[in-house]
């Protein structure tokens, strides 16, 4: 068989495995309620998720996917991303606070990259209630090496975690705000002095199963808070302790989850780097889509829709 026959047999195997995940989607959704409390959380390594796309495992991706959905549990995907990335991620978030001012733009075509300090006052503008230093990236504006390895690093990760979805590696990649759905890497530092993120349930029309690569170690880089999901109404289990730098957490994503507020009795600095660092990586309506779906504030703290 020659290298094109190869890769042709290997794309096709993947479109229809694409097709098989999105369908299965489809049918659980329709037959089962939309969980909203975690039941447990376990630990998967990522390359046990890789081998399972390479190889076409069928039956395991499927019984991930029921796992998530109707027996609602959340998994700690060790080793998603290199620790290494954590410096570069850093290094990148510098550069940008030092050329660039804490400013915001809609997501329009022509929309720069960009970095914004948001605090009490500024987060009830937005759908959900968070303090923290964010730094957000489209892929149109990609062209230095720190950008680029960034890319690099987050796409290794969240291609296979699309196609779990039950969308395709590459879908959104490309597109630009006026083609509705856009991809966005969002490095995060929740500061020391009370960064966090309240309850919230994130939106499943363009990506059902959320990811965030974890570039902060609790114990080292903040001492006390971190991420949570609810397990009731009134009850948190926070994981931080479990997880390790250039790790992933990956969800459904109406489970309710947050950031407990990080070493809240410290004075709150936006200029340092003390805090828990963060990957996000989202696919978002842009501002070109009428009625938008966005994340979900649960405690009422914002007046986003007003």
């Known amino acids: 068989m020659t290298n094109y026959s190869y890769r042709s047999t290997h794309l096709l195997k993947f479109m229809t495995l694409q097709k098989i995940l999105s369908n299965y989607w489809d049918k659980i959704e329709k ?54 990335l954590k410096n570069k991620m850093i290094k990148l ?16 075509d022509g929309c720069p990259n960009f970095h914004r300090a948001i605090d009490k006052k500024i987060t009830k503008k937005y759908s959900l209630y968070a303090i923290k230093h964010s730094f957000y990236f489209y892929n149109w504006n990609v062209k230095s090496k720190l950008e680029k390895e ?12 699309k196609f779990l979805a039950g969308n395709n590696k590459n879908s959104f990649e490309n597109n630009i705000p006026s083609n509705g759905q856009i991809d966005r890497l969002q490095i995060v530092r929740y500061p020391a002095g009370g960064g966090q993120l309240r309850d919230h349930v994130d939106p499943r029309k363009n990506q059902r199963v959320v990811s965030g690569i974890i570039m902060g170690k609790i114990g080292e ?3 006390q808070g971190g991420f949570y999901f609810k397990s009731s109404k009134n009850k948190k289990i926070n994981i931080e302790d479990r997880l390790d730098i250039g790790d992933a957490v ?48 649960l405690t009422g703290s914002t007046k986003y829709k007003n």
């Open 31 to 84: 037959k089962h309620k939309t969980p909203r409390y975690v039941n447990s959380i376990k630990n998967l390594d990522f390359k046990d998720l890789k081998n399972a796309f390479n190889q076409n495992n069928e039956v395991y991706l499927k019984n991930l996917i029921k796992n998530m959905y109707e027996k609602k549990e959340a998994y700690i995907l060790k080793n998603a991303a290199p620790k290494s």
């Open 93 to 108: 978030a510098d550069h940008y606070k030092k050329t660039r001012k804490s400013k915001f733009y809609k997501m329009f």
């Open 150 to 161: 960034l890319k690099r690093g987050a796409y290794k990760h969240w291609r296979y975690i």
């Open 221 to 223: 880089d903040f001492n």
């Open 250 to 297: 990956i969800f459904y994503g109406s489970l309710v989850h947050g950031v407990e507020a990080v070493d809240p009795h410290e004075k709150l600095e936006w200029k340092s780097n003390k805090g828990r660092w963060f990957l996000g990586m989202f696919v978002n309506d842009s501002d070109h889509v009428k009625n938008r779906i966005t994340a979900k504030d």
